[in-house]
RNA sequence: GCGCCCGUAGCUCAGCGGAUUAGAGUAUUGGCCUCCGAAGCCAAGGGUCGUGGGUUCGAAUCCCGCCGGGCGCGCCA
């Protein structure tokens, strides 16, 4: 069954291009005042302009040119006209209450869509250096880049999760001397300890259990080994209660071991877009749009970041991902001009605006009406563990997707913490449990749910929340377009709000089996899609809390 | 100084260029449990949408200036 709501807008939008040719397509809109109508269009005053007459004598000849077509596809009542020129629109009754059905039949894939033509996409996120705990930044990284890959998958695209892991380079080498001066039991600010150094408590863990498994202090090499080995592992495990997992781990020290960074080097220097001074080889960056010219290969003869950058991200285009996210925090926004300048360079026939950046603000944590930014294991920031801990995995990833990227997030910990019910994830998630409580309340057969009729369904706050179940499929596209996973938790939201209001208003368990089977049909619809929802932010769905 | 981002109710934030009252949550105030979970609902008060211009029939939304805030401006990563 056609979207009622997509199929008028498509008549309304052809009947546009006939009077105005070449007019954008207009989308249809939701009235804030209930009197306008379901949906209302505009499109006869956006084309009144180009079609040089009154947007009301557009509007009327619209309405007329369309008026069979409208019956006949029965997606709603006849059009009105407005105001200016406003065509207002109302669907019947019965197309409202299909949804309903349809989320029941389709369960886990109702809001799902199968796109045609299905990308290979990745999503590139947290990537954090093996250099000390995952901090709040990744945290937000993780959550969001997470809900984007399942917000992406659920549009019928075939995504890979990735992880890049930076075990190469200077701030490995600072680890393995800070583990190093620990293990000699040097502490930071004594004489001896390193100028630069990883100064939290976690590093004197390391060292404790480097020594204890017998190896020599002194051995540089070994001591880096052991810490990237152990601050992986213990990424992994914060990941993992943190509820995210990655497909891929791509290693940096790979892409020197297999050549692939002095393959870069090479092809740039090939291009011509490369210059000696100063010692050093520059890469002509500015001519694609960069304040200055970048280094490449430092006097000492090292690469500078930058390079292996462009080397990894050239094998995600050898890789076969056409579309590339990568999930970032704002203070790495100058890569984003230096890493496409790179690959441009090369001249491999990679689109200019490859890849795609989601860059966040940083998140500020509140406690006690106090900034808190110091945690006792890492020292200098605050940790995810430390949220999941202090507030629970579902809060913390709730929390963190319910912005938008670009805003700084205040993560208020009392708010999660001290009082459940002013945490919009609990009110979400009571709203399923809720749900599922009258279902065992009434412990019928579900099947007898499905096959209820819909159309003892006549009150405006079930036509009105079956309207909201509607816009799933829809809310859910949009947000994966536009890479907002904020979208979907203002949504749960305010679905669970018209729940909640229609559960205190409305008995669901009614005398009547045929209305109270309805009443059924209609929450298990809720429930589903609460639940489909709360799955793609990677936040539970309780059936008793 | 330059570049990117942000300025919407006391606080935290939505808001796709459209219809007389700009929305949520929270906080404040007042109501609602004989009845499916009160972790809930209903109602009230609270806003010059930072500011000054411009474009438009129409601007919180688009463009420019200014003010305020964040981040970045290494042969660090």
């Given amino acids: 069954m056609a979207d009622p709501k997509e199929t008028v807008e498509a008549i309304l939008n052809a009947a546009a291009q006939r009077l105005a040719p070449g007019a954008a397509a207009s989308r249809l809109e939701r009235p804030r005042n209930p009197g306008h109508g379901d949906y209302a269009s505009s499109v006869a005053l956006?084309?009144?302009?180009?079609?040089?007459?009154?947007?009301?004598?557009?509007?009327?000849?619209?309405?007329?040119?369309?008026?069979?077509?409208?019956?006949?596809?029965?997606?709603?009542?006849?059009?009105?006209?407005?105001g200016p020129g406003f065509i207002n629109i109302r669907l019947k009754q019965a197309s409202k209450l299909d949804v309903v059905r349809t989320a029941l039949e389709q369960g886990a894939a109702f809001g799902r869509a199968r796109a045609a033509p299905?990308?290979?996409?990745?999503?590139?996120?947290?990537?954090?250096?093996?250099?000390?705990?995952?901090?709040?930044?990744?945290?937000?990284?993780?959550?969001?880049?997470?809900?984007?890959?399942?917000?992406?998958?659920?549009?019928?695209?075939?995504?890979?999760?990735?992880?890049?892991?930076?075990?190469?380079?200077?701030?490995i080498e600072k680890l393995a001397l800070s583990v190093q001066a620990r293990a000699k039991g040097l502490a930071p600010g004594d004489a001896g300890w390193p100028l630069e150094a990883y100064n939290g408590e976690y590093v004197a863990d390391i060292a404790?259990?480097?020594?204890?498994?017998?190896?020599?202090?002194?051995?540089?090499?070994?001591?880096?080994?052991?810490?990237?080995?152990?601050?992986?592992?213990?990424?992994?495990?914060?990941?993992?209660?943190?509820?995210?997992?990655?497909?891929?781990?791509?290693?940096?020290?790979?892409?020197?071991?297999?050549?692939?960074?002095?393959?870069?080097?090479?092809?740039?220097?090939?291009?011509?877009?490369?210059?000696?001074?100063?010692?050093?080889?520059?890469?002509?960056?500015?001519?694609?749009?960069?304040d200055k010219d970048r280094v490449m290969r430092k006097s000492d003869g090292t690469y500078t970041y930058f390079v292996p950058d462009v080397a990894y991200h050239l094998t995600k285009w050898q890789r076969g991902f056409r579309k590339v996210i990568n999930v970032q925090g704002t203070d790495h926004h100058s890569t984003v001009v230096r890493v496409r300048a790179g690959l441009q360079a090369l001249g491999a026939g990679?689109?200019?605006?490859?890849?795609?950046?989601?860059?966040?603000?940083?998140?500020?944590?509140?406690?006690?009406?106090?900034?808190?930014?110091?945690?006792?294991?890492a020292g200098a920031y605050v940790t995810v563990r430390d949220l999941i801990d202090w507030v629970g995995r579902d809060a913390v990833r709730f929390f963190l997707v319910s912005r938008k990227a670009d805003t700084e997030f205040v993560f208020d910990v009392d708010l999660a913490l001290q009082k459940n019910d002013e945490n919009p994830v609990y009110y979400v998630q009571y709203a399923h449990a809720r749900v599922c409580s009258v279902f065992a309340q009434w412990g019928g057969d579900p099947a007898r749910v499905v096959a209820a009729d819909l159309s003892l369904l006549k009150s405006d706050r079930e036509l009105a929340l079956a309207q909201r179940l509607g816009e799933f499929p829809e809310m859910l596209a949009t947000a994966a377009k536009?890479?907002?996973?904020?979208?979907?938790?203002?949504?749960?939201?305010?679905?669970?709000?018209?729940?909640?209001?229609?559960?205190?208003?409305?008995?669901?368990?009614?005398?009547?089996?045929?209305?109270?089977?309805?009443?059924?049909?209609?929450?298990?619809?809720?429930?589903?899609?609460?639940?489909?929802?709360?799955?793609?932010?990677?936040?539970?769905?309780?059936?008793?809390?």
């Fill in 46 to 82: 956006q084309i009144a302009k180009a079609a040089g007459r009154k947007p009301r004598d557009i509007a009327e000849e619209i309405v007329r040119a369309t008026q069979d077509e409208v019956a006949k596809s029965g997606a709603c009542e006849p059009l009105e006209i407005a």
């Fill in 118 to 171: 299905a990308e290979k996409i990745q999503v590139e996120f947290v990537s954090a250096n093996p250099t000390g705990p995952l901090h709040v930044g990744h945290g937000r990284q993780g959550a969001l880049g997470d809900a984007i890959a399942s917000l992406l998958e659920a549009q019928g695209h075939a995504v890979t999760r990735e992880f890049y892991y930076n075990d190469a380079g200077a701030q």
């Fill in 208 to 290: 404790r259990d480097y020594l204890s498994s017998g190896k020599p202090p002194d051995d540089l090499e070994a001591a880096r080994a052991f810490a990237v080995a152990y601050l992986r592992r213990e990424q992994d495990a914060d990941l993992q209660a943190f509820g995210v997992k990655f497909d891929v781990y791509y290693l940096e020290s790979s892409l020197y071991a297999e050549g692939k960074v002095d393959e870069v080097v090479r092809k740039l220097a090939a291009s011509g877009k490369t210059y000696e001074k100063d010692g050093a080889l520059w890469l002509r960056t500015t001519e694609y749009g960069d």
């Fill in 350 to 377: 990679i689109p200019q605006g490859y890849p795609d950046y989601v860059l966040h603000s940083l998140v500020k944590v509140m406690r006690g009406g106090e900034e808190v930014k110091i945690s006792k294991r």
């Fill in 482 to 545: 536009e890479l907002a996973p904020h979208s979907v938790a203002f949504y749960l939201r305010s679905l669970a709000g018209e729940f909640h209001s229609y559960y205190n208003a409305e008995r669901v368990l009614v005398e009547d089996e045929g209305l109270r089977l309805a009443r059924l049909a209609l929450c298990a619809a809720v429930r589903r899609t609460l639940a489909n929802g709360l799955s793609l932010l990677g936040v539970s769905a309780p059936e008793k809390m």
